[in-house]
């Protein structure tokens, strides 16, 4: 497995931005799947976004297509999460996973809190 340290996480206000970046460690972070979720208290944890090891596809959910983008630099062991364009709905602790293959998430960060003020 490997292991995943998220931060920039915070306090923002409606229609600000916030840039998530998620450290790997190890020497196979590119042979990873990486995915965002995200998870408010009393509720399931959601994907938010993934991406392929070479990073060419990628997926969002539908409430955050066209204003969250994620990415990746194999040679730096991290992903990223852009939030743009932020709700109030959006507020949750955000966790960064890391999968074997497309689906199966079997890494996972401490998470980082992220807080839209309206």
């Known amino acids: 497995q490997v292991q995943l340290v998220e931060s920039g996480g915070g306090l923002v206000q409606a229609g600000g931005s916030l840039r998530l970046s998620c450290a790997a460690s190890?020497?196979?972070?590119?042979?990873?799947?990486m995915g965002w979720f995200r998870q408010v208290p009393g509720k399931e944890r959601d994907i938010v976004a993934r991406?392929?090891?070479?990073?060419?596809?990628?997926y969002y959910a539908d409430s955050v297509k066209g204003r969250f983008t994620i990415s990746r630099d194999n040679a730096k062991n991290t992903v990223y999460l852009q939030m743009n364009s932020l709700k109030p709905a959006d507020t949750a602790v955000y966790y960064c996973?890391?999968?074997?293959?497309?689906?199966?998430?079997?890494?996972w960060g401490q998470g980082t809190q992220v807080t839209v003020s309206s």
């Open positions: 996973a890391a999968a074997a293959n497309w689906n199966d998430f079997n890494s």
């Open positions: 190890g020497r196979t972070f590119s042979s990873y799947t």
């Open positions: 991406i392929n090891r070479s990073g060419v596809y990628t």
